[in-house]
């Protein structure tokens, strides 16, 4: 028998899918553009300048995301909003075993943040939020969410998710 997810963790997905995919992808559609506080032009010229500097890279206007290609790896980038602003990085990797450690784990997490969210987040008050335990932890099924408390922006979460073949590790934050 399958049993549906506790209350705290379906908030907590809620979350995490809310952080990630909402507030970062331009989710926010049906908000009038106009009404926006944040400028989805520059927006479209931050993604453009970013597929630039990784010409491996590929845009995908419509999704709001940039795949950037890392050997076997890939990185998808996920910037914007409308009301909320937000970033959400994620590294899928073909290596399973990889990240069960959470010291590899914060410093892949770290690794992301210093080379895709340094406009908004400096690292060296992450790190220090990190090794002072100032986050939470909530396990669902072969996914792991930490969720830091971090001054630069209203919500902060870093997660991995253990697949078949596949092991994903993403930040999102957003303000």
């Given at each position: 028998m399958i049993?549906?997810?506790?209350?705290?963790?379906a908030?907590?997905?809620?979350?995490?899918?809310?952080v990630s995919?909402?507030a970062?992808t331009?989710?926010?559609e049906?908000?009038?553009?106009?009404?926006?506080?944040?400028?989805?032009?520059e927006?479209?010229?931050?993604y453009l300048?970013?597929?630039?500097t990784?010409p491996e890279?590929?845009?995908?206007?419509?999704?709001?995301?940039?795949?950037?290609?890392?050997?076997n790896?890939?990185i998808?980038?996920?910037?914007?909003?409308?009301?909320?602003?937000?970033i959400?990085?994620?590294?899928?990797t073909a290596?399973?075993?990889?990240f069960?450690?959470?010291?590899a784990?914060?410093?892949q997490?770290?690794?992301?943040?210093?080379?895709?969210?340094?406009?908004?987040?400096?690292?060296n008050?992450l790190?220090?939020?990190?090794r002072?335990?100032?986050w939470s932890?909530?396990?669902?099924?072969?996914?792991?969410?930490?969720f830091?408390?971090?001054?630069?922006?209203?919500?902060f979460?870093?997660?991995?998710?253990?697949?078949l073949?596949f092991?994903?590790?993403g930040?999102?934050?957003?303000?």
């Open positions: 049993r549906p997810p506790s209350r705290r963790t908030i907590l997905i809620t979350l995490f899918s809310a995919g909402g970062a331009g989710a926010e049906s908000t009038d553009q106009d009404e926006c506080l944040f400028d989805q032009a927006q479209r010229r931050a300048e970013l597929e630039q990784y890279s590929e845009y995908l206007e419509e999704q709001h995301e940039l795949l950037i290609p890392r050997g790896d890939l998808t980038l996920r910037r914007g909003g409308c009301v909320h602003f937000g959400s990085v994620e590294l899928r290596r399973t075993q990889r069960d450690d959470e010291g784990f914060f410093a997490v770290m690794a992301l943040v210093t080379e895709f969210g340094q406009e908004f987040i400096d690292p008050r790190e220090q939020s990190i002072n335990r100032n932890k909530a396990v669902h099924d072969d996914s792991v969410f930490f830091v408390s971090h001054p630069d922006v209203a919500a979460e870093m997660h991995r998710k253990s697949e073949q092991t994903t590790v930040v999102s934050f957003y303000y």
